[in-house]
């Protein structure tokens, strides 16, 4: 059984950074992907990384936010920089394989979630 236990949530005002990390219980074969969500509204996918390094972020958050990963230590990141209000949320990380994981959401693991505040 995969675990997943995301950390690095905080609150940050406009303009700033915050790097989410995700500890995996083992070496993620399977692609490990972010969403996050708000109360009252869809939850969002936001990215992807596969093993072998690739990685794909939405449109909204191209060129702001970067994912990675240490396969040594089995965490996987997503680094976030120039956060805007609209970034609040909830963001989890989930593995599964293909589209019904991401973007759809239908993981197989999911973390705990950290929480994310972004004031202007």
């Known amino acids: 059984q995969v675990q997943l236990v995301e950390s690095g949530g905080d609150s940050v005002q406009a303009g700033g950074s915050l790097r989410l990390s995700c500890q995996a219980s083992e070496y993620m074969h399977m692609p490990v992907a972010w969403f996050r969500q708000t109360p009252g509204k869809e939850r969002e996918a936001v990215g992807v990384?596969?093993?072998?390094?690739?990685?794909i972020v939405v449109d909204s958050v191209k060129g702001r936010f970067t994912i990675s990963r240490d396969n040594i230590k089995n965490i996987l990141f997503l680094e976030m920089n120039s956060l805007k209000p609209d970034d609040t949320a909830m963001y989890y990380c989930a593995a599964g394989w293909g589209p019904d994981c991401y973007p759809g959401g239908q993981c197989m693991y999911w973390g705990q979630g950290t929480q994310v505040t972004v004031s202007s």
């Open positions: 990384i596969y093993s072998s390094g690739s990685t």
